[in-house]
DNA sequence: TCACAAAATCACATTTTCTGTGTTATAATT
DNA sequence: AATTATAACACAGAAAATGTGATTTTGTGA
């Protein structure tokens, strides 16, 4: 077991039991606690988790599991099935747009494949990524630099996404119940509807496991998309309310 | 001496006598050929130079001398200078504009000192840097990314400009010659302006190098910035025809 | 056009440098 | 006083950089 799995493994133990024990773990994984301690010192610069006498805790619903560090880690398997299954829309030659997230940012590499295309983006790791990219033309667009989010936000966004159109828009939501979606942030939720707003066709990508939950705004309606991709098949309301024009495509994990 | 020493000891090489021989430089560092002609290869790759038979050339003036990350290695200690100097501009609060360029990246990382700061930039090297600090509010000029400057430009950064407003911008040039600026890319012009236009102060950074030089586009007559930096005086007929509203600073070379 | 020498490339061996880990000693906390 | 945390050093294995020699390519002059 290497490095990064292990600490993995301590995130996902951290998460289900919001408080791990160092000696429990250092045994469990069979390395030195000295090695441990240095596991939950990065972890914790990371700020992921804090320290304390004997382990480490994870306040939960506070800044961490909101913290884009920490959801760039998750669920990392479901996140690429998405992105594959998304990457499908697209041919080379196409202007897409894609909004901040993580997993936004798992499919702003995949469809760095797919040159030449057009990336309009928001979202900070995209951005990085795609730059050094011959064949990707960038179009970042610009704005108040959120940590939280690891992008670009604000009025200067919104003016931006009101001169540029593109072909889809990839839009990414936390949270979703019967036939809407959520964010918790207004002004992330009107970048991503400005975003679809701009593009001829609209995506939307939801983990399965964000059904039944909802947020203080609403982003959109499911049939206001063209497309829903998920990993599992919507719940039955959800479905049975969505009218014909919006195609459900489930992404299944490929596995390698 | 280490890899990377070398290699950029080979560009500098490249850089005096446009040309040179790989047995030649095998010997001068001691190293087998088959290292250098790995050398070679990466930095070709990189675009910094061509490879010959029996060594290496770089054809000055085409694309090499305006990459990015050629310049961002050059004369990095009179960047330091000036940007230091210019940071006595800056009082912490303030709201910042910095151009693109590899001078002003070294601003940029100069500024993120004075917290608590607001810097407006389109320059990704920059973006980049103050991304992860806090007491830095960052906000990003979106746009067209060009590799070439490692920076965004076009109508929606210059979009983007007319809704803002600094205390000061900052702005090099490649090239000045009596009391004008110049540019070879108009985009890159148009940002710079758009820039100063939308700006209280002023502040033109340029290599005393520089002088004596001209380019396709006018940036900007001298007397438009309240501040000139340099690090060295400026020619004679540059200074005596410069009004009095513009100050002159010359930064001096800290050794550290 | 051919032959031949110089140079480039390839594949693999070797060396060096880094990274992660453990151990022990010392300091801090409860 | 007992436990836990930190710091300093040592070590092994991995990864990166370099070297070596065999093989292929390239340029040049007969």
Redesign the pocket.
């Known amino acids: 077991m ?2 990064e799995e ?1 600490r993995q493994e301590i995130i996902n133990l951290l998460v289900e039991s919001r408080a791990v024990e ?2 429990d773990i250092a045994a469990r994984f ?6 441990i ?3 939950l ?1 990065d972890l914790e610069r990371a700020g992921v988790l804090r ?5 480490a805790t994870i306040d939960a619903g506070t800044r961490f599991e909101s913290d884009f560090r920490f959801r760039e880690l998750q669920e990392a398997d479901v996140k690429r099935a998405l992105a594959e299954t998304a990457a499908e829309l697209v041919e080379p030659g196409m202007t897409v747009m894609i909004n901040d997230g993580s997993m936004a940012a798992v499919l702003g590499d995949a469809l760095c494949e797919k040159k030449p295309i057009t990336i309009i983006t928001n979202n900070a790791a995209i951005m990085e990524r795609a730059k050094g990219l011959s064949g990707v033309t960038l179009i970042g667009l610009g704005g108040v630099f959120s940590a939280k989010f690891n992008a670009y936000f604000g009025i200067v966004t919104e003016e931006a996404l009101s001169r540029l159109r593109a072909d889809v828009a990839f839009v990414s939501a936390p949270a979703a119940s019967g036939r809407l979606s959520y964010h918790m942030d207004e002004a992330v939720v009107r970048t991503k509807r400005a975003m679809m707003a701009a593009s001829r066709q609209k995506c939307l990508m939801i983990n399965s496991r964000r059904f039944g939950h909802t947020a203080l705004h609403v982003l959109a309606d499911l049939a206001e998309f063209d497309t829903v991709i998920s990993d599992k098949p919507l719940p039955h309301d959800t479905a049975a309310d969505l009218g014909g024009r919006t195609t459900v495509r489930i992404a299944k994990e490929t596995l390698s």
Not at 30 to 35: A, L, Y
Not at 51 to 55: N, S, W
Request: glycine share 16%; aromatic share 0%.
């Open positions: 290497k490095r292990r160092l000696d069979g390395v030195s606690k000295m090695t301690h240095r596991d010192d320290k304390v006498r004997g382990g």
